[in-house]
């Protein structure tokens, strides 16, 4: 069983850069991949990003390539994502997920941070 808790969401000005983290409960952390999902108002939930278990892989989707960076540090439990600069249609709720395989779907989810991004 794995907890995830997200948080540094917040409001921030078109342009600007913020930093997420999630944090996981359990030892065997280093053993999941990891991933980060957004979900605007009235859109399906979208994948931005996954990171392997041991951080040497990461996949991006096409809409934040360049501008924002999953990174992970198995020693504190702790997989990040920095966004540099956001657009408005950065703003949804932003979750992370673990999930054992890269084969399988994501099994754990945490609650989601808001991030607003103004213009």
């Known amino acids: 069983q794995v907890q995830l808790v997200e948080s540094g969401g917040g409001l921030v000005q078109a342009g600007g850069s913020l930093r997420l983290s999630c944090a996981a409960s359990g030892r065997t952390f280093s053993s999941y991949f990891m991933g980060w999902f957004r979900q605007a108002p009235g859109k399906d939930r979208e994948y931005i990003v996954q990171?392997?278990?041991?951080?040497?892989?990461?996949y991006y989707a096409d809409s934040v390539q360049g501008r924002f960076t999953i990174s992970r540090d198995n020693a504190k439990n702790t997989v990040y994502l920095q966004m540099n600069s956001l657009k408005p249609e950065d703003t949804a709720v932003y979750y992370c997920a673990a999930k054992r395989s890269a084969f399988k779907e994501y099994e754990y989810w945490g609650q989601g941070t808001q991030v607003t991004v103004s213009s």
């Open positions: 990171i392997s278990a041991s951080g040497s892989n990461t």
